[in-house]
C-alpha cells in the first residue's frame, strides 16, 4: 500500500518548507491542536526558530463513529456544530449535549495537564500558524480559528499534511492562508493517509513541550 505521508514529524518538516519566511520572526508563533498536532508543530517550531504553544479544541465524534465529528468546541464557550451531519444523522439534542460535555471535562483536563497554571500566550497583531495532523470535516480547525480570533491576532495561517480540497477552500475564507501539502477530493480517513499513526501519548506532548528551546516560550 501507499501512504501520503510517512508519520507527523516528516510531515511537519515538509511544511516548513513553505514558511520559511517566518523564520526567526519576533512577531510569529506556532500553536498545535493536541495532541496529533503537537509533532508537526514542533517540527516547524524547531526548523523556524519560533515559539510554540497550544490551542485547545476538542472534536464533538458521533457516538459508534468516533472519527466522524457532528462539531468541536474551544475554549471561553467556543461551540462549531456541522448541521449537514446532524441532519443527516438524526442526532438528538440529548446525545449532543452528553457528548459536549464528555469533552467539556476532557478539554479542562488537557488544559490543567499541560499548561500546569502557564497562561495562554498573547496573541495580540501576531502570525499564527495553526497546526494539525489532518482536517476532516473542519469542524474542529474552525473551533479554533473562532478561538484565536478573540484573542486578536495580525493573521493566521493553517498549516497541515491532508485535508479535503472543498475543506481547505472553505477555510480559506476564514484564514489569511491556508498550507496543505495533500487535498484530495474526498478523504474518508486521515489515519489510512499516514504509513505511521500512532497515537501521541499525553507524555509525548509534554516532552516535546519541554523540548522547545526555553527562550522560544512564547510570553
Not at 512577531?27 to 493536541?34: D, E, K, Q, W, Y
Request: a negative charge; hydrophobic letters at 45%; proline letters at 5%.
Amino acid at each position: 500500500m501507499t501512504y501520503l505521508l510517512k508519520d507527523r514529524r516528516s510531515a511537519g518538516r515538509l511544511l516548513a518548507i513553505y514558511l520559511t519566511e517566518y523564520t526567526n520572526s519576533a512577531r510569529a508563533l506556532v500553536l498545535a491542536l493536541p495532541r496529533g498536532g503537537v509533532p508537526i508543530a514542533f517540527e516547524i517550531a524547531q526548523r523556524l526558530h519560533l515559539p510554540l504553544d497550544l490551542c485547545l479544541v476538542r472534536k464533538l465524534g458521533v457516538p459508534e463513529r468516533k472519527e466522524l465529528a457532528f462539531g468541536a468546541i474551544g475554549q471561553n464557550g467556543v461551540r462549531v456544530i456541522n448541521e449537514s451531519i446532524v441532519d443527516y444523522l438524526h442526532l438528538s439534542e440529548a446525545m449532543m449535549e452528553r457528548v459536549v460535555k464528555e469533552e467539556m471535562i476532557e478539554l479542562e483536563r488537557r488544559d490543567r495537564l499541560y499548561r500546569d497554571e502557564r497562561p495562554f500566550p498573547d496573541l495580540t497583531g501576531k502570525t499564527i500558524i495553526l497546526v494539525d495532523d489532518g482536517i476532516a470535516t473542519g469542524a474542529t480547525i474552525k473551533a479554533a480559528i473562532l478561538t484565536l480570533k478573540a484573542r486578536n491576532p495580525a493573521a493566521i495561517i493553517i498549516a497541515v499534511p491532508i485535508a479535503p480540497v472543498e475543506v481547505c477552500e472553505q477555510l480559506e475564507k476564514l484564514v489569511d492562508r491556508v498550507i496543505c501539502l495533500h487535498k484530495p477530493y474526498e478523504l474518508r480517513s486521515i489515519s489510512l493517509c499516514y504509513e505511521d499513526f500512532s497515537q501521541t501519548s499525553d507524555e509525548e506532548v509534554q516532552t516535546l513541550l519541554a523540548s522547545v528551546d526555553s527562550s522560544l516560550i512564547p510570553v
